[in-house]
Nanobody, 117 residues
Framework: QVQLVESGGGLVQPGGSLRLSCAVS????????MAWYRQAPGKQRELAGR???????DYADSVKGRFTISRDNVKNTVYLQMNSLKPEDTAVYYC???????????WGQGTQVTVSS
């Protein structure tokens, strides 16, 4: 019974910051790569950032230098620090735990981020 629960979303002004959290229960994340995806209205879901079990990170070009993904294996939680937010960052943000190629990944329900003045 694995669950991923995102939190920290909300309404923020352009240039502001938010920190999203993804709390995982039912399974340790320590050996898994984790990722944040986002889906804006009318667009397909896209990868925002990814972090491996060893701490290596990758980001979409659109968020490089502004977003930082991190993990706390003790708390079993993944974070997405979002700075200098832009209206185009408005989307539902989803957390994903990667699993074996023969097993489906785990996804959270998403948290809404709205950047608007």
């Amino acid at each position: 019974q694995v669950q991923l629960v995102e939190s920290g979303g909300g309404l923020v002004q352009p240039g502001g910051s938010l920190r999203l959290s993804c709390a995982v229960s039912g399974r340790s994340i320590s050996l898994n790569a984790m990722a944040w995806y986002r889906q804006a209205p009318g667009k397909q879901r896209e990868l925002a950032g990814r972090i491996t079990s060893g701490g290596s990170t990758d980001y979409a070009d659109s968020v490089k230098g502004r977003f930082t993904i991190s993990r706390d294996n003790v708390k079993n939680t993944v974070y997405l620090q979002m700075n200098s937010l832009k209206p185009e960052d408005t989307a539902v943000y989803y957390c994903k735990m990667e699993r074996s190629v023969w097993t489906l990944d785990y996804w959270g329900q998403g948290t809404q981020v709205t950047v608007s003045s």
